[in-house]
């Protein structure tokens, strides 16, 4: 890749960077979550997805679910799967639904997609099922956006249309504020106990903006 320098290569930069500002502020409504319905103390959430909801690099009780259960005092039903890609999860996410019959899912899937080189689209068209699923056994659904890879990971776009279209409310910057901070990882992709906290604390502070909390 040609690198450029100059006053218009900067011009364009910022064009575009505030470009996409606009365009996120518009989508999100000025930055306003879509609402959930407020849940009652004896709700159960389900955290869904892969190792990061599983929690690899610390033991269970310093899972991003499990101190998001203290932060929240809502039981939290960790289901992750390290290694599994978003297309193996939505084959076993009706039978969790049923088993757990939550009142919230937190989706946070499709990191191995990345890591696989996955067609992005798939993966975009996979979030949806699950979303269309989850809401068909009744429950409602936030998402964490997974990042691209990169120098400075950043969510990957399709999460805005997945919040546009399904209504749904996305923490777009934590995760790509973790893997980007060697401080709060165990190894190259995974957190120590201070990353997950901080993942839950973004992500009560997510639901607390939808009205869930």
Not at 68 to 96: C, I, M, Q
Not at 132 to 147: D, F, N
Not at 163 to 180: A, C, F, R
Request: charged share 25%; hydrophobic share 40%; net charge neutral.
């Amino acid at each position: 890749m040609t690198e450029r320098y100059g006053t218009k290569p900067i011009i364009a930069a910022g064009a575009s960077l505030l470009s996409r500002c606009l365009l996120i502020l518009l989508v999100t409504g000025c930055a306003r979550q879509p609402a959930l319905t407020h849940l009652p103390p004896d709700a159960v959430i389900l955290a869904f997805g892969d190792s990061l909801t599983y929690g690899n690099g610390v033991p269970p009780n310093q899972s991003y679910p499990a101190v998001l259960a203290e932060l929240t005092g809502r039981k939290v039903v960790r289901s992750g799967v390290p290694g599994e890609v978003s297309k193996d999860g939505l084959k076993r996410l009706d039978k969790v639904l049923a088993d757990v019959k939550p009142g919230l899912v937190i989706l946070c899937h499709g990191g191995n997609d990345v890591l696989r080189r996955m067609n992005p689209a798939q993966t975009e068209a996979n979030l949806k099922e699950m979303i269309r699923r989850t809401r068909a056994h009744g429950a409602e659904v936030a998402l964490l956006a997974v990042p691209k890879i990169g120098l400075f990971p950043e969510a990957w776009d399709y999460y805005e249309r997945i919040q546009e279209d399904m209504q749904v409310p996305v923490e777009y910057d934590i995760l790509s504020d973790l893997e980007s901070d060697a401080t709060m990882k165990s190894d190259r992709v995974h957190f120590n106990s201070a990353g997950y906290r901080k993942l839950a604390e973004a992500t009560r502070a997510m639901l607390q903006e939808a009205g869930a909390l």
